[in-house]
């Protein structure tokens, strides 16, 4: 699997948890303290999230963060 292809699935998965938990981008965006283009890009494989983003967003989504890394 290439870097772009492993980011973009992450996107796609982190996607699925933020609509899993009731939020759209914008809430999530406010919930984690980022603007909603940042999180648009991260859904979108366009970033390459640091360890901390994952956690603020995970904190956000209210689940461990090692759930979002949890796909494949």
Known sequence: MTKSE???????HIA???KEAGLNQTQLAEK???DRQSI?????GGMN????YL???AKALNIPTKELLNFD
């Open 32 to 34: 984690c303290d980022k």
């Open 40 to 44: 648009q890009r991260l859904e979108k």
């Open 55 to 57: 956690w603020e967003v």
């Open 49 to 52: 999230p640091t360890a901390y």
């Open 16 to 18: 699925n948890k933020r």
């Open 6 to 12: 492993y980011l973009a699935k992450l996107g796609k």
